[in-house]
């Protein structure tokens, strides 16, 4: 079964400044999509970001980008100039084509400090 | 364009009832996945219908049922609600079952 793990509960960062958050993946398939979704305090899920496995490039929007290494299963986000918009739960998720059924981590809180 | 919309937004029920939440997809979406996530939880797939047809459901039991409608709107039913069924329950729908999939806001139920 596929597994995402996120191992940072919680993360603080200052405004502008950058952070990181970390996600692994377990998982045996060789082609999959990998996802970054942020959740604020009103409960949507919203999409920040995607990778398809079989792009050697890392995706990036705005000022949100990833640092996807396939070998190791590691699938980690970025951001940059970080926002007080920024503070929300972010989950790292993956699936194997099908967008609709997703495995997801366990989510980082993500706080951001004048 | 209307987005995923959930109701209701807030329910409290007790212990062996049961429940029904409902899901209006965005338009044009065939595609709706269910999700629960319990407190400081990721969400965590129930299923999906796709074109009123179950399409993978993830580790739930049956007293979790489903339907979709020929709108494409959906419902999760639970029966015999236990203690811990207390969660947000999430609805997304996508344009097709390969596709972005866009969540609702979700219902919190609360079963006490």
């Known amino acids: 079964a596929q597994t995402v793990t996120q191992s940072q509960p919680e993360m603080s960062v200052q405004e502008a400044e950058t952070v990181t958050l970390s996600c692994t993946y377990d998982?045996?398939?060789?082609?999959?999509?990998l996802f970054w979704y942020k959740q604020p305090p009103s409960r949507q899920m919203i999409l920040v970001i995607r990778?398809?496995?079989?792009?050697?490039q890392n995706a990036t929007e705005n000022r949100f980008s990833v640092n996807f290494q396939k070998a190791a299963k590691s699938f980690s986000l970025k951001i940059s100039d970080s926002q007080l918009g920024d503070a929300a739960m972010y989950f790292c998720?993956?699936?194997?084509?099908?967008?609709?059924?997703?495995?997801f981590g366990t989510g980082t809180r993500l706080q951001v400090t004048l | 364009e209307t987005g995923v919309t959930q109701s209701p937004t807030h329910l409290i029920k007790t212990r062996g009832q049961q429940v029904t939440l409902r899901c209006s997809s965005q338009?044009?979406?065939?595609?709706v996945s269910w999700y629960q996530q319990a407190l400081g939880q990721g969400p965590q797939f129930i299923f999906q219908?796709?074109?009123?047809?179950?399409?993978g459901r993830g580790n739930f039991p049956p007293r979790f049922s489903g339907l979709q409608f020929p709108n494409y709107s959906s419902e999760l039913n639970v029966n015999a609600l236990e203690l811990d069924d207390s969660a947000l329950y999430l609805c997304?729908?996508?344009?097709?079952?390969?596709?972005?999939?866009?969540f609702g806001q979700g219902t919190r139920l609360t079963v006490v």
């Open positions: 338009s044009g979406h065939n595609t």
């Open positions: 998720a993956y699936n194997t084509g099908t967008a609709s059924k997703l495995t």
């Open positions: 998982t045996s398939e060789s082609d999959y999509y």
């Open positions: 997304a729908s996508s344009l097709f079952v390969d596709t972005e999939a866009f």
């Open positions: 219908y796709y074109r009123e047809e179950e399409n």
């Open positions: 990778q398809e496995a079989y792009k050697q």
